[in-house]
């Protein structure tokens, strides 16, 4: 299986080469879509992991081992539908095609799972209808 | 013998109950199959709708006087410079002022909060005169407490609109919403063959005093809308190619509801407000039958290039194409979406619909046909200008 998350690394971590061992120990696919070290935050790394179920168990249990934060990424980014009007403003900015406007109704239909937490579409929305949490 | 009906007519079935009413997407459909002598004979009425952002928008208020009596020079409501260059306590609050050193809260906020009632920090000044000696007020209003709260949008419902796009290295932040570099994107604006005055192309029903839905309310058509242009390139289908006709529009405040009045605010570039607008257009002749059904691929607008100085053409798309998602330009694929709302104009084209057929909302003729033939000038540069007359006139 796939998991898009947002890891949340302390910054004791930072000398620990996480991805090296998520490839080499666990076999897992890891494809880091966004990676910054904040101030005030630590480290944080966006990615898709991917591999069997059971290793990639063992790679979350590695990371959570190191007192790593995984969370999905539809926790970081949510889309307030009652505030949205479904202008359509962020659709054509958003590079992984997780929002999409179409028949038969023209609402905002958001795909967390498509999601890179590139944060465009928060900054675009005219209703200020996303929220990000970072 | 070909069929006319009056607005009279038209009216005397509504208020019957019988009168038949589509919206112009049902008629564009029916006009895939039916002719315009027989969409002529079986439609009276056709709904149109839009809901985008529309700058040029505002609302005047009057505030009421207070004890002692104050004229209100300097105002603000919860921050936002209003003007206040009208008499005492009247002001007008336009759409894209914004509280100074916050883009994220203007003018279309204040609009929003006060057709929602919420009550808003009114501030003003005066110079204190001997029949206002008030110099200043520190209050809370809403839309109840004032006298009178109606929007007056110079321009509105614009007929046809070109689609954004962006050459440069950088993205840029426009009213057009974000346009990503490299033609990383598309951004159109108007409700393609559902526009109200893409229905009515020639404005044959459409003039002041025209009865309208306006955010809820009912509204009426006040004046041509500024830049006023009736002298555009036209296609084969008799639609402008360009940014045709406008509207200026006036309606009550207090009457009207956030689901169809809404702030926006566009990065960068500062705050608007989404207007709701219905115009529903009498079904007259085959002529007016052949405008409501006019259908997205026949209608065409231009692609401008928001990365270069002039904003350049680059050519020309249609709604159809834009509302699949891709633009094509130069052999590439561009994905475009909109800034107005299709899903609010549907519902705003659908609930007039409603009005007319429940005898709760008839038609007007226009008192006075808008003029032909007007196109834009620009702003004199400095170097054209009239000669300059002193400072201040004739002292």
Redesign the interface.
């Known amino acids: 299986m796939r998991l898009r998350s947002i890891l949340d690394f302390p910054l004791v971590t930072a000398d620990e080469p996480v991805v090296y061992v998520l490839v080499k120990r666990f076999d897992l696919i890891v494809n880091i879509l966004r990676a910054q070290i904040l101030p005030d935050r630590g480290g944080e790394l966006l990615v898709d992991l991917e591999g069997p179920d059971s290793a990639l168990e063992e790679g979350l249990a590695y990371l959570r081992g190191l007192g790593v934060g995984i969370s999905p990424v539809s926790r970081t980014v949510t889309h307030d539908a009652d505030r949205c009007?479904?202008?359509?403003?962020?659709?054509?900015?958003c590079p992984g095609k997780a929002l999409a406007?179409?028949e038969p109704?023209?609402?905002l239909r958001f795909d967390p799972d498509r999601c890179v937490a590139c944060g465009?579409c928060a900054?675009?929305c005219?209703?200020?209808s996303f929220r990000t949490l970072w | 013998m070909p069929i006319t009906k009056t607005i009279e007519e038209i009216n005397a079935r509504i208020r019957a109950g019988s009168a038949v009413v589509l919206t112009a997407e049902e008629v564009a459909r029916m006009g895939e199959t039916a002719s315009p002598a027989e969409i002529a004979a079986r439609v009276d009425v056709v709904t149109t709708a839009t809901?985008?952002?529309m700058c040029s928008s505002g609302a005047f208020i009057n505030f009421g006087h207070t004890t002692p009596g104050l004229r209100m020079e300097e105002i603000t409501l919860n921050d936002v410079p209003v003007y206040g260059g009208v008499a005492a306590v009247d002001g007008y609050i336009g759409a894209t002022s914004v509280r100074p050193g916050d883009p994220?809260y203007g003018g279309g906020h204040v609009i929003e909060d006060l057709a929602a009632g919420r009550p808003l920090r009114l501030r003003a000044r005066g110079r204190g005169t001997d029949c206002y000696p008030g110099r200043e007020v520190d209050t809370w209003i809403t839309k109840d407490t004032v006298n009178e709260i109606f929007l007056f949008n110079p321009r509105n419902a614009y007929q046809n609109y070109g689609v954004a796009v962006n050459s440069s290295a950088r993205t840029l932040h426009t009213y057009m919403?974000?346009l990503?570099g490299r033609l990383g994107?598309?951004?159109y604006a108007t409700s393609g063959e559902l526009s109200p005055l893409l229905n009515d192309p020639d404005l044959r029903t459409i003039g002041l005093g025209t009865r309208i839905f306006l955010c809820g309310a009912e509204g009426y058509v006040a004046w041509p809308g500024t830049q006023f242009h009736t002298s555009r390139e036209r296609n084969e289908h008799g639609v402008p190619v360009l940014p045709g006709a406008t509207l200026a529009v006036v309606g009550d405040l207090k009457e009207m509801s956030t689901e169809y009045l809404?702030?926006?605010?566009?990065?960068k570039y500062g705050v608007?407000l989404?207007v709701g607008i219905g115009i529903p257009i009498p079904v007259l002749d085959e002529d007016l039958a052949r405008r409501v059904s006019i259908r997205n691929e026949q209608i065409e607008t231009t692609v401008f290039d928001y990365g270069t100085p002039g904003h350049d053409a680059l050519g020309r798309t249609n709604y159809a194409r834009l509302?699949a998602?891709e633009l094509e330009l130069d052999g590439r694929r561009?994905?475009?979406?909109?800034?107005?709302?299709?899903?609010?104009a549907?519902r705003i084209a659908e609930e007039l619909g409603r009005r007319i057929r429940a005898g709760a909302f008839t038609l007007s003729a226009p008192v006075m046909a808008f003029p032909t033939g007007t196109s834009l000038r620009r702003c004199p540069d400095p170097a054209a200008a009239p000669a300059a007359a002193p400072l201040g006139g004739a002292k």
């Open positions: 009007v479904a202008c359509g403003g962020c659709v054509s900015l406007m179409g109704d023209w609402l465009l900054k675009a005219p209703t200020r | 809901f985008g952002p994220e919403g974000t990503l994107n598309a951004s809404r702030a926006a605010v566009f990065e608007s989404f509302r998602g561009i994905p475009c979406s909109a800034q107005s709302s299709l899903s609010r549907r």
